[in-house]
């Protein structure tokens, strides 16, 4: 049945990327250059409903909110409408394909309280690869290392206490890490920020990051529960490939 109905949306809507307006869910009345073909669930507001719901719960007016790994811009509009023009988003993307898209969908907009950032969030500031295998929404500095169909892009990377502690942006309140893979590098390179902070953290786990995060975040005092199901998780064996809040 929802293949059906992605059809016949796709049917009547066209599959062509121009500037559409999203019509429900946290970031609706906003638009962005889409394809329904390709990215209908942000037309229709049903995207990362666990994340639209986290955003809703924890992210006040007036808040700094970090987008890490922003793509093509969905979350960073959900915080911009949540944030208000007395907040702030920033939004890292470091792969040029999406950061263009990015770019253009904050200014088509007109939003004065997003800053985009066209560094990747690491361990380090200075210089690294990221990898693109078929679909760039799924690049990342950890995986498809042996992948030979594998594209290698050279980017900026950036530790986030650099940024805050030198004042350059502020200390943020809420952080989105969706960095397939990467989660670890970006933890590591924001630890002093965290345990300032206390940000709310959603994170994205993966195999590769998951024993890090979990001891990092666990060592400085945060709580783990599933971001999908709302249930505590107490222990490393359950911390496992899916979508995480660590509550301060």
Not at 46 to 67: C, F, M, N, S, W
Not at 174 to 180: A, G, N, R
Request: positive net charge; proline residues 4%.
């Amino acid at each position: 049945m929802r293949a059906m109905l992605r059809s016949c949306a796709v049917a009547v809507l066209g599959r062509q990327c121009v500037p559409r307006r999203i019509l429900f869910g946290l970031a609706s009345g906003y638009r962005m250059w889409l394809s329904p073909a390709e990215n209908l669930s942000y037309l229709a507001g049903t995207a990362e409903p666990h994340l639209q719901r986290a955003i809703r719960r924890y992210v006040k007016y007036g808040d700094t909110a970090y987008d890490i790994g922003a793509n093509l811009g969905y979350v960073s509009l959900s915080l911009a409408k949540k944030v208000g023009a007395n907040g702030r988003v920033f939004a890292f993307e470091p792969l040029p394909e999406n950061l263009e898209k990015l770019r253009k969908n904050i200014a088509l907009n007109k939003l004065k309280n997003v800053s985009i950032e066209s560094s990747a969030v690491s361990d380090r500031t200075g210089r690294d690869v990221i990898r693109v295998a078929g679909n760039a929404s799924m690049a990342s500095m950890a995986w498809h290392q042996h992948d030979p169909s594998a594209v290698e892009i050279a980017i900026q990377t950036i530790a986030l206490d650099e940024l805050t502690e030198s004042g350059r942006i502020p200390m943020p309140h809420f952080v989105k890490i969706d960095v397939e893979g990467a989660e670890g590098m970006v933890l590591s390179g924001m630890r002093r920020t965290i345990s300032t902070a206390r940000p709310v953290l959603f994170v994205e786990c993966s195999d590769a990051g998951r024993e890090f995060s979990w001891k990092l975040l666990s060592d400085l005092g945060y709580r783990c529960q599933s971001a999908i199901s709302e249930e505590h998780i107490s222990n490393y064996e359950s911390y496992r490939h899916s979508d995480f809040l660590w509550l301060p």
